[in-house]
């Protein structure tokens, strides 16, 4: 309440006392006009080419012939691990003018920095949520059988996927695609990075724009503005799409596929993988790789050569303020993480009992809330008091992050049988004891990612902290923006490959963690029909 | 590829499907003749379903072949997909896609064959109205019972017109009345296409009461195949006896033997049974299986009364005698109360094999299975 609502009545009451004038003003010049179609043109293509690209991920990786499945399961998700500014950036070094492919082989692709390289930019690194949320929408479904009774009623591989996989998997093709155009509508480092250089302004950057080089106190306004037209923007997508969706997509109990429907070809499985390669290598492979070796060169042009290598660059960058910002980094996002995982399940908790059911729409409402509306509204709300300091920072990732912390730990929650509580209840367990042995158990997992997405989000985060860092509180994604902005290639370079390794530090006991978790499964071939019937009658009750 | 001679519509040589690594079905041979009903009768975990999977084409095997019509479908390295076999399934938990009303879903295999929309729906009216669902057919599958469920499995299995119909283990029984007016309409079509069923499922009585044939699984194996008489008065081995009904196990002398009977020692008596056992002539101390229609309560030999259970139709007596409990099932109930001696008869048995040496599906088997059945029927 404090925290969102509070802040933004604050940005409607600057904007009416402003008057209509004022405001009609700044929404009818036309570089805010533009800002506007940019922002909603690139957002609407995002979403037509990210949901199709992750969707097909997800069908194709579904199958367990996959050759390296296991691993393809996990790379595909590598863009949300590099922080989506960084692999920006990583694309110009790559494909840009003197960049890697120019270097190398002589080829460059000039609309890199434009509306194209943002465009391309935002769907590899919103493909994996569109991906998450398909195979999530096919794993909902233990048993392949709706899929081998179309074949076995003559339907070809093919048409079994027009008639029966993909209708069925409409609900969560179309969360995905609010989801993809929210994110793409939010995002901030991306259009910064890429388009801003070449005159490409969305919302976003406008704002950032508008708060960090004028001066002018209309230019403040018009921040405010803007900010409220980017909320407007999305509770019209949001608000519509949640109301028809989340009951249908509440009630899902995820289980691991229990094979693939049906064998087929290895040809097919050979091409799922070689494709996935070569997508891989060109969305984030070649990009990283591009960046490696930018940080490692001596001087910018040289050709990616030992001979040219060096470590100064990463010496350079790593002086006591970097150093100190990478500390504030980490705890910041250790802090917010840590605290989100305990509200979020308190939250899931009374939700659970129909008493906090507007806390969890709200909770939802503040993910959907851009980033740079919420800094906004919190800078001069508590501005005053906090303005600069960590503070400040840590209120704004409580806010904003609060739903991601949320949504899985309700899923985990509703995926519960409830007879496996009553029945530890009728074992004589209290109401904690069946709570700690019998649902922590099948929730660490829920729990532990909640964490490492919160943890992760939080050290990416540029949108809020960029607007809202002052003197000794920057971040270390601030100072790599910075640096960026300054044109300082090497020492940019230098300081995002750090940054990318700093995600693989807790990501990496986590993830072994989280395998040994699932690894426990009773091992058992056959299904046991108990144990589904009690799970169709959750599903029926729900 | 053809075979030469095929008067059987589903031929299975030497089959070997493997699960994770594990083989599920291990060099099964089996064969299903034109009308015949087989059955696969085996506890979970006895690799029915796996069987059933490669029939249809959802899994491949390892080494061996499955023939359909006469034609190769399966082996090793060849594998015609499930829509370019001649196979209906219906399946475990009957399967109906949750997008598709009743009508659709009948439709659906007519559709695929490339009928127009409007005559595949008047196609599946006629089978929903002959299975009596004709007023579900705007109904999703959520807006069904679980008897109706069924029944539209059962229809979408029909409207495949397949030679061969294939039934993954129903989780409740069947019921009667469809399951009668399915067989009638599989035999309607008998004299066109051949059609046959291979029917899997974990409870004797409906394996015994439906199939021509009933072949008797464990851990994969086929241990027993032969007609329903045949594998339950006639069991390999104990486990099998077990497995197709409640078994009592006589642990006795043989005196002699003639024709089709033979002379057992019973505390002392002479018994004169009706046995048909191969290699009886040996006069060792056996196991001999007693149904509990083969002995009857009155006669000359001596027991006590163990237990009584009232099961309607008849009563069971588990009778503690002098050369193990027997359980005889007779039309009403004796006046003698438990513990109380009484007396009985014996008419028939069969000797036993060996101890098995399968039955590692870890299923607890008792001599007597005083529950009536090996599995108690699941509701």
Redesign the interface.
Known sequence: MVLVVLPVARLVEIVVREGAGTSKLILSSPEVRTAAVNSVGLSVAVMLLAVPLGTAMAVGLRHSDVPGRAFWRVAVLLPVVVPEFVLGYSWTQAYGRAGFTDALVGVHWQGVLGPGGVLAVLVASTAPVAYLLAAVGLAARA?P??E??????????T?VLR??TL??L?PSLAAASVLVFVLSLQSFAVPQVMGAPAGFTTLTTKIYADLSFASDPLSFVEAVALALVLVLLTAAVVAPADATLSPRLRVTRVAEPAGA????RPSASRWVAAGLGSYLVVAVGLPLLALLSAALTRAVGLPPRPSNWTLDNFCLVIDQRSIEALGRSVGLAVLAASVLVVIGGCVALLEHRRFGRGVATMSILTLALPGSTLAVALLITYGRWLAGSLVLILVAYLAKLWALAHRPITGALDRLVPEELYAARASGATRLTAARTVALRPMAPALLGAWLVCFLTALHEVTMSSLLYGPGSETLAVIVLNSQELGRIGPTAALSVLLTLLMAVPALPLWVLSRRLRLRRPA???PD?TR??NAQHARARG | MHEPVADHVLRVHGLTVD??G?A?VRKVDLTVGRGEVVALLGP??SGK?TLL?AV?????PSSGEIWLHGHLVAAPGH?V???RRD???V???Y?????LSVLDTVA??AR??GTGRTHARAEALLILQLLDIARLADRRPAELSGGEQQRVGLA??L??RAALSVFDEP?AHLDTHVRGLFLEELRARQHDSGTAALYATHDAEEALGLADRVALLDAGRIIQLGSAEQVYAQPVDLWAATLTGPASVLTTRVVRTDADHCTLDVAGIEVRVGCRSPGLSDPAVRRLLVRPGWARLGGDLPGRLRAVWYRGPHTDHLVDTPVGDVLIRAPGAVPTRVGERLSWSLHRTWALAAPATHGQTGTQLRPVASTGWSEPPRR
């Open positions: 048993e059988d709706l081998r009774a179309a074949r076995a009623s003559g339907a070809s591989g048409t008639t029966v209708p069925l409409r429907p049906f064998s087929r058992d071939t056959v029909p589904r019937e | 699960y994770d594990v599920a979970s975990g379903s999977h249809a084409g959802f899994r491949s594998n997909p499930p829509e196979v209906g399934v399946f475990q938990n399967a109906l896609w949750p997008h659906y295999p695929r064959r979408r299995a409207a495949r989780p």
